[in-house]
């Protein structure tokens, strides 16, 4: 460590949360940055993430609201430099105004209809994510080291000097600060909650030990997506003239739902089936959590659907199945001089697309309080204490309102009961409200920003001490 250094900062996983946080970091030349990741090679998996430049919205049918997010993870990026090279990785263009997006129908019938209609004031752009890693990785500075084959197995930490690390093939390293954005099955999770629930017990504190030790592991949401990429050609041949050839819609009904919107120029359809038990919320999941599978496993939750569902379905020849699993909501995000990001402090649901935004979100703020003058060595802790302070109530409450839409698109909250419905104008008012709910679950994209929580960091922090 260099005599000008003000500390040294471990990340332990180099995913889109992880390089946000050393991209960030980047800015403050005092903390040294090192990345150590799992994988032999840096090979983000996923099919893509989508950002709004500005996250707006005019719901069109039983209401109409205009709303504006103030910063988000495009404005993030943004701040960070890495627009520019980010466009030009995708064929989206920004667009300001409205623009047409999904289109909703109950279809869980034999007659299917649109009721809600989602125009966004600026368009989604989406992005590969190996493209947007690369992006992340070319503005690394040359002093940021990065290590592949670096899979953690545990932390230890004193009061005072170094956090020791310990990997799976035996090294070991050491930092001032760690970074756990090492996704659901974090080691930096583990080693942070067990280490907590020994001072719990240290101090006779039994129940809170119980409850870090239960949230160690990841729990199965009690749904599965079933993913695939349907041929248009194909689609046309079984359904000429489908809507999701040009318009991207999603497909509610009782206990599971459908999207399936246009990529690759309308060549291709991207369909994604989602399947619930929610009764079996919180439950150990039997199997692999990805892997292929027969259409038939998810067929028959849509059978009696409406035809344009049906065509979709019989377009999909093996699906890849995905069991979601989430992080149970935490007490805190950090332990001393050892905090969580992303998915490895939050996992939720992708009812609302917002995983890899508020894994963007966590790493600025996570980075930019460390980058902050008030924090040194010897205040560390109380930095982390505060990132978790301003952080984690809002990623948590995104957790909960993705958990809740999960529910809504499948008809399945107390309160919106599709079984006994006499009357078309009782659907009607039950649609309305499940509109009204969806548009409630939205309210964090401008309530919330992370300017807002960056300002709340620095009035804790307070002016600099050094």
């Known amino acids: 460590m260099g005599s000008g250094t003000r500390f040294r900062v471990a990340i332990c996983g180099a995913g889109i949360g992880g390089l946000t946080t050393a991209v960030t970091l980047s800015r403050f030349p005092d903390i040294e940055v090192e990345i150590f990741e799992s994988a032999q090679q840096l090979a983000e998996l996923g099919a893509g993430i989508g950002l709004f430049p500005r996250m707006s919205f005019e719901v069109c049918s039983f209401v109409k609201i205009v709303l504006e997010y103030e910063i988000g993870p495009w404005e993030i990026v943004k701040k960070l430099g890495l627009e520019e090279d980010l466009l030009k990785t995708t ?16 279809s869980d019938g034999p007659v299917g209809y649109d009721f809600y209609t989602l125009v966004t004031k600026g368009n989604l752009v989406t992005f590969h994510r190996p493209d947007f890693q690369k992006v992340l990785l070319s503005k690394l500075p040359p002093s940021h080291k990065i290590s592949c084959s670096k899979r953690l197995r545990s932390y230890t930490q004193r009061l005072s000097g170094p956090i020791d690390l310990f990997f799976e093939d035996g090294t070991t390293s050491y930092c001032d600060v760690l970074v756990g954005a090492d996704g659901l099955k974090s080691a930096v999770r583990r080693s942070l909650l067990t280490e907590k629930a020994q ?42 003239g489908h809507r999701t050839l040009t318009q991207p819609t999603q497909y509610l009904g009782k206990n ?4 399936a919107y246009p990529i690759s120029k309308g060549k291709l359809v991207n369909f994604v089936a989602f399947k619930s038990h929610h009764d079996l919320e919180n439950t150990r999941f039997n199997g692999p959590w990805v892997c292929v599978t027969e259409s038939a496993e998810f067929a028959a939750t849509f059978r009696t659907w409406e035809p344009e569902v049906q065509a979709l379905v019989d377009c999909v020849e093996r699906p890849l199945r995905w069991a979601i699993h989430t992080v149970k909501p935490l007490k805190s995000f950090v332990s001393g001089r050892a905090g969580i990001i992303g998915d490895a402090a939050h996992a939720m649901t992708p009812h609302q697309g917002s995983g890899a935004g508020q894994a963007i979100e966590d790493g600025y703020v996570l980075a930019t309080i460390l980058g902050h003058p008030a ?14 302070q301003v952080r984690r109530p809002v990623a948590q409450s995104v957790h909960e309102v993705a958990r809740q839409n999960g529910r809504i698109f499948t008809f399945s909250a107390p309160d919106l009961d599709f079984d006994h419905v006499s009357s078309p104008e009782e659907m009607s008012a039950k649609l309305q409200m499940l509109s009204h709910r969806f548009t409630k679950n939205w309210e964090w ?14 009035r804790l922090l307070g002016p600099s001490r050094s």
């Not at 064929?91 to 109950?106: H, L, M, N």
């Not at 039994?206 to 409850?211: K, M, N, T, V």
């Not at 599971?256 to 999207?259: A, K, M, R, S, T």
């Not at 994209?445 to 620095?458: G, L, N, P």
């Open 91 to 106: 064929e989206i263009k920004i667009t300001d105004g409205p623009v047409s997006s999904f289109k909703y129908r109950k």
């Open 199 to 240: 001072w719990a017990e240290s101090e006779s504190r039994c129940g809170e030990a119980s409850d870090f030790i239960a949230s160690i592991e990841p729990v199965w949401c009690g749904t599965n997506a079933y993913r695939a990429l349907i041929p248009a050609e194909r689609l046309k041949a079984r359904f000429p």
């Open 256 to 259: 599971g739902y459908v999207i």
């Open 375 to 388: 924090t040194t060595r010897e205040t560390i802790g109380r930095s982390m204490l505060i990132y978790d």
């Open 445 to 458: 994209a401008w309530t919330t920003s992370a300017k807002t929580v960056i300002q709340d960091a620095f």
